[in-house]
């Protein structure tokens, strides 16, 4: 594990002497409060000074963390797929990706109750400059990609990932998540940037085909759907900015305050799929594409297509097509109470006389039924063909 040092979690060895380096920090402390309300400082502080695994941070003071975010937070989750998950196997989740802590927090809580292997995790190491946070990251579970490296250093940082995520599943037999592409979705179209693939495929033996390395590793794609996004507003600075062409750039705190946000913001309803294991549709794509860019392409397409299919479509997706659209094409999909919140959030959160702000809010919740649609139309045309 030497190569992975600046990149790895904590072993269990080194969990109990982290813990006392964050003890005292008052993030943890609002944490633990807000967790368990009823308890004294000083006892929670001494069970988790009892703790020496991660496994054991994680199901004492996480995963309750986790169950209280939902119960303050949300109107609940619901889950479907997780029956196609085998115990004691690992699996490379590759999921989209909405909320930089929730996303897989929420997935590890259900493989937990499931009775499934938690995964490891990639985040930015952007997010995790602050030392709490730092250390909080690597007991949890997560593996670091570096950002805003130069070329050569980014290929060789890759290299690094590539070969940690290999260690982890075909090694450890621990599950790793990861999302389709760098950085968190901010207009609702979630497709799988090919780099995130490459970098994967960097671990696969010589003279062994990407595709086949891609069947040991028991890929399954996650669709995680918000029936509100907690940091909608937030994400608009960054689309305006693209739909001027202008490069965006982050103020000082803002990582900070969207992982906040996201936590403690208004969700409502939460839905996480579990899609198919996709070793037999990488043989079909084996057999049936030629050419390493195509296949690898296709391999994408087949991540996106699970994805947004997998999608829940809460109402909130269907109010913002039909104003985007200025129609009532889908108002069998939401009552008048609903729409009505919406758009009270909608008009408080976004100045209505900026067409290219009001466009961009609609969309980040429109284009999951816009891409939904267009690829059930493509299946359709497609069986029209073959029939």
Known sequence: MSNFEDIRPYYDTEVNQAIRQIIDHPMLKAMMNFTFPDWSDAYWKDLMLHCHSIRDFQINFIYPGVKKVLEKSSEGLSTSGFEKLEKNTSYLFISNHRDIILDT????????????????????????????????SKLTRNFMIKRGLPARELLESSKVVSSYIRHSLLRENRSVWIAQREGRTKDGNDLTHKGVLKMISMASDEQEH??????????????ISYEYDPTDVLKMPELLALARQETYVKGENEDFTTLLSGIIGQKKRIHIHIGDVLTDNIDQIKKTVSGNVKQLQALA???????ILGYKLWPTKFIACDLLM?????????????????EKRFRKGVDQNNPVAVKSYLSMYANPVINQKRILKSHSDQSIKTG
Request: hydrophobic share 40%; proline share 4%; charged share 25%.
């Open 210 to 223: 990407f595709l086949d390395y891609f069947k040991r590793l028991n890929v399954v794609p996650v669709s």
């Open 301 to 307: 397409d087949l991540i996106d297509e699970q994805i």
């Open 326 to 342: 200025d129609s009532n094409q889908y108002s069998d999909q939401y009552t008048p109470e609903q729409k009505a919140l919406f």
């Open 105 to 136: 927090s929420l997935l590890n809580a259900c493989l937990y109750e499931k009775g499934l292997f938690m995964t490891t995790s990639a985040i930015g190491d952007n997010l995790v400059k602050k030392p709490f946070l730092r250390h909080l």
